[in-house]
């Protein structure tokens, strides 16, 4: 959606204003508009979504077996509480899990009750071709277990299961009739159990939502909810101003949460913590990143604390890959001295001419436009250059960008995700051998090739998903952490707050203070 329409949008609200003015407050109390940080949506299929911003949409048409309470993660097992299973047990080895399923669950548009079928179709079906597969590679096999029930088997045992694999995108049940009746167009045409249903999807930059009046829980408060794709930062924060949208995704640029306040002191901010980690794939088939020496004179060369600092107040520091408080996280000064990598650019430039380029090292790389990614690339660009690298940084569409790195088209590719306290998520996402990422766009997010071009961390994430002992996964889980650091195939740049900016007059029904770059609306309500 362009300024243009962003306009006709505040027209067409004004008209239905002027219209009549009773019946239009109570009409635009019962839509609850959000303004997303990208040009378009891609899918509403949640076993397909690659584009964070899409997950807006299918976090409220789409349940799992269970989920954290809104606005959380699940710190322990015992947080996570009962969605479309009402209860559930693990077997002493954590190898067996049995779900009873909530009765009486319908579908969207008629599809009927959920069952067990409807799960088991669900799970096969993301193990076979979901996005995440090498996250579900450890189930064994998903049965039925009568009409309302299911038994998911796993190969090692996995005390955290529901929080890393249970409450994932890609395990959200969808109707096994839709999807075989709708075919392909069940890429934009999905259909879950959540609060709200899709009434509308616009490739052109909307995705329409009205209220599930057959679901099985407390109705969604608000009627009907419009993710509205602005990727124009201004265009965005204007229709904020204006009151045309009620939220958008904020502009995770320095100095933005500051200048919006002053702009409008009853503007709510809503920030996970730690938000985002923010990672840097080196390609290790990319001479000359294949040299150990120049990754390291690249660490050197950035400097971390800096770049959250720029961020502020949505900035924070990774020593590693996992912030610390995060399960296998470090803090700096926990790091053995060699692995903290302090600023230095001249050691920088001295580990540059130890590796054969005396005259420093020239490339290209591929970013985003969306602010938090150009931002904070340039930002490394420039430190960058201090050191001797001069990085020709081409910036384009932020959906292009992500089609573009899962067809390995990017040298060093800036990459944005919210994760659970469940480390090997990540690693299985973007260092597992597994998930390397492929020229036809089949692969996975692993962009540096680590564990291909050089030997990764495969074995001891292994070792990390059959334990069934906690203190084992975390102990395993700091050992990747260390031969990452040694190795350097993804450097942890900062982690960064996901940020809503809210209109005053929309009350969440719920605090957001952690949990996934997207949150439910389905207790929101909204004054006139």
């Known amino acids: 959606m362009d300024r243009r329409e962003v306009l006709k949008l505040g027209t067409a609200v004004f008209a239905a204003s002027v219209a009549g003015l009773s019946s239009s407050h109570a009409q635009e109390a019962d839509v609850l508009r959000i303004g997303i940080a990208a040009a378009r949506p891609r899918h509403t299929d949640p076993n397909l979504t690659t584009q964070g911003s899409d997950n807006w949409a299918t976090e409220q048409m789409y349940e799992q077996l269970v989920r954290p309470d809104d606005g959380r993660f699940a710190v322990k097992p015992e947080d996570n509480i009962p969605t479309l299973a009402t209860s559930w047990t693990q077997s002493d080895d954590a190898l067996t899990w049995r779900f009873k399923l909530r009765e009486g669950v319908q579908f969207h548009k008629g599809y009927g009750e959920m069952t067990s079928e409807d799960v088991v179709f669900s799970y096969e079906r993301a193990i076979k071709s979901g996005t995440n597969t090498t996250v579900l590679s450890n189930i064994a096999d998903v049965q039925p ?20 694999i249970a409450f994932s995108n890609n395990t959200s049940i969808v109707s096994k009739k839709a999807a075989l009746e709708l075919g392909e167009r069940f890429a934009t045409d999905a259909v879950g159990t959540g609060p709200y249903e899709l009434a509308k999807f616009d490739p052109n930059g909307a995705v329409i939502l009205k209220r599930h009046e057959g679901y099985w829980g407390q109705k969604a408060k608000i009627g009907n909810v419009e993710c509205l794709y602005i990727a124009d930062t201004t265009a965005r924060t204007l229709a904020l101003l204006a009151g045309k949208i009620d939220m958008m995704e904020a502009v995770r640029a320095p100095g933005w949460v500051d200048s919006i306040l002053q702009r409008d002191r009853t503007v709510k901010m809503d920030m996970t913590a730690p938000g985002s980690f923010n990672t840097l794939h080196v390609n290790l088939t990319r001479q000359p990143f294949g040299n150990l020496k120049v990754r390291q004179a690249l660490m050197h060369a950035i400097n971390r604390p800096a770049v959250s600092q720029a961020l502020a107040p949505m900035g924070g520091v990774l020593a590693c890959l996992q912030p610390a408080g995060f399960p296998a996280g470090f803090t700096t000064e926990e790091l053995p001295p060699e692995l903290r990598y302090p600023h230095d650019p001249r050691r920088a430039r001295q580990l540059l001419v130890e590796a ?159 949990g996934y770059a997207r949150w439910r609306f389905h207790r929101a309500t909204k004054r006139v």
């Open 145 to 164: 277990d009568g009409r309302h029930g299911v038994v998911v088997r796993l190969k090692g045992p996995d005390a955290l299961f529901l929080g890393s």
């Open 356 to 514: 054969g380029f005396p005259n420093g090292i020239a490339f290209s790389a591929n970013s985003s436009r969306r602010e938090d990614y150009a931002s904070t690339m340039l930002i490394v660009q420039e430190q960058l250059r201090e050191a001797g690298f001069n990085m020709d940084l081409k910036i384009g569409d932020h959906t292009a960008y992500h089609a573009d790195n899962r067809s390995d088209k990017n040298t060093l590719a800036m990459h944005s995700s919210s994760y659970p306290p469940i480390p090997t998520q990540l690693y299985q996402q973007q260092l597992a051998k597994a998930s390397l990422v492929t020229a036809d766009g089949t692969g996975g997010g692993n962009y540096s090739h680590y564990g291909v071009a050089m030997p990764g961390i495969d074995g001891l994430l292994d070792k990390a998903l059959n334990t069934a002992s906690f203190k084992d996964y975390e102990a395993i889980c700091r050992q990747i952490e260390l031969q990452v650091l040694r190795d350097l195939p993804l450097i942890g740049l900062s982690t960064l707050s996901f940020t809503v900016a809210r209109r005053g007059n929309v009350d969440l029904g719920y605090e957001v203070k952690g």
